[in-house]
């Protein structure tokens, strides 16, 4: 400055001497003293223009120092050892090393199985920093101490200090000004850059679908977030038990004292306190809820009573399942208990008089406080006639005895005749078939077999006659045999395979052994529960995990449970591009030139936002110097970037690709 300004005054004072007619003295000192000022002021803005300039070219060092580590905790998963290692330039425009500080916490490893850091940065919003706000799980820091090369009151730990620009503040013994030039980039940011899921939550609601008592009964417990596949553990009690894939199942036992249904109280409830893990050993998360639990429906079982004979002793039991225990019973017999019989509770006993023969109805209630049931039945007493000589029928098992059976296993059971005289006639054997068992009756019993082949309740009936004389007496029994079905498979598929980020897919699945009820994990879109189903299909919510998707289908019913899966494909949320054309190029990108880019170089600009986004193009230019006004050469579409990049297409999966000459080229 002060050479062009001496320059020009050496020309002037020239074109004075030689036109020196045309200026007074008075002109002259006027000029000298114009040029001195000129003089002056050069000097004065020499010094401010040096540090300004300075200024930009750090600032613009330590945001090139934080995009080039992101851009490698971005690619790799963890954050470099240093500024270099990242590619980044290592000095400030005032020849001292930019400061890098780093969490320990993703120095190695992947950052989505990290959800918090140790640093914190205090934005100041005061000159004192009384005030500030409070950023938490900062990834790294990166800072210039600037002119005055004092960095003390950024910081070389946790927390680090972002003061307002020219706070003063003093540091051993010595007056500043705050000038350091800082950035830092959070945890978050890194991880959605990757695409990591979120923070893994149970979904399941505190209080569970409720169950029966000793019935089979099936839940799938249900979070979100994470990394799949998750880990559960834990207790359920009462005989239910919890697998890894936090299916909640097994034959509900609260009364350990009966296993037809029973319990002590009108309800019941089981505790399930159980915790859940990731993948990506994200904090464990912690569940406590209850499932309720009912008795089965209070029953009586008793189908009917035996014949009796005026003189021969008689004694007939009522019996009763479900319900809450223990049973209240009331007995009302019309016209009336006959004489020599016991009619009280649920039981009939004693010796029938002489002259007590006819048709009794016999109305019994039972009650368990929380429920009541009545059944009316029907008692015949034979005259005697010689009959009374005869020993009482009796059957076994007794009447009202019931079995277990299980679909497409071979099941036989007997009931034989004693007692009374023989031989016996059989006189009634109903029904024949039920639920794939056959009842085959003769003159001294009966047998129920056969393969079942559906679930449900059978009751079946015989009655028998014997040769009593001159009055035969009759007994009769009712026989339950409860099938329990087989446990439901299921089949799971994903269409698309591969989804781009932001979209939906439909799932389907078959059911056989159904129907059964089923739960997804995860929950998405309308892909969430549904009951009593053999097969269907939904569509899920939109995809922003990129990446493997794995879907879980938890069936069951009664009779069991199972689980099926299946897994798509999601592109990433954009795709970070770079130049592997193998010279330097003109491309566009979000309708922004990026020209004269060399081979090597990126593409896209995460500072600026600008991305390979879903539905987006990057397009080469013909030309590599011009202002991206040539023609097009080539293109990169998102569809072609993700194609390349996926796990199943023999990508990585890390959201980087490169922009060659044949298109694009997983990176």
Known sequence: MRRKIKKLFTLYAQSITHNAKGFTLIELAMVLVVIGLLLGLGAGLLGPLTKRGKLI??????????????????????????????????????????????????????????????????????????????????????????????????????????????????????????????AYVSLDEIRSLRGCPQSLVITSPTILISGEEDSFYSYSLQATGGMPPYNWTGTGGSGLTLNTAGLMSGTINVNAGSSTGELTTCTANIPVNVTVTDSASSPSVSYLGTIPVRPKPLTIITQSLPSAHEGSPYSATIAASGGRTPYSWNMSVSPSCPTGLTCSGNAITGTPATGTAGTYTIASTVNDTCMTNTRNFAMTINSSGGGGGCPAMALAPPSGTSWSATVGTLFNQSVTVSGGQSPYTNTQCTPVNCGGLTLNCSASGATISGTPSSAGTCSFNVAWRDSCSPTPQTTSGAYLVNITGLPPTCTLSASPGVVLWGQTAALSWNITNGPANAVFSPLSGACTSFSGSTGGSCTTGSLSTAGANTFNLMISNAYGNNSCSTTLYVGCQNYLVWNQTGATRDFTIDAICRNNLGNGAEITQPANNRYLNVGESIIRHSSTIDICTSSTAQTLTYDQAMNVDIIANGGNGNCLVNFTLTGAQDR
């Open 57 to 182: 070219e750090s600032r613009e060092a330590v945001k090139a120092a934080k995009e080039a580590v992101q851009g490698y905790a971005v690619k790799n998963g963890y954050l470099p050892a240093n500024l270099e290692a990242a590619g980044a330039k290592r000095l400030d425009a005032w020849g001292r090393d930019i400061s890098f500080y780093r969490a320990s916490e993703i120095s190695s490893g992947n950052a989505c199985g990290v959800n918090s850091t140790a640093i914190q940065v205090y934005e100041c919003t005061s000159n004192d920093c009384s005030t500030y706000n409070i950023k938490s799980n900062i990834a790294f820091i990166v800072y210039s101490m600037g002119d005055d090369g004092n960095g003390s009151n950024t910081g070389t730990s946790s927390p680090f200090y972002i003061r307002i620009q020219g706070s003063p503040y003093t540091d051993a013994g010595r007056d500043y000004q705050y000038d350091d030039i800082a």
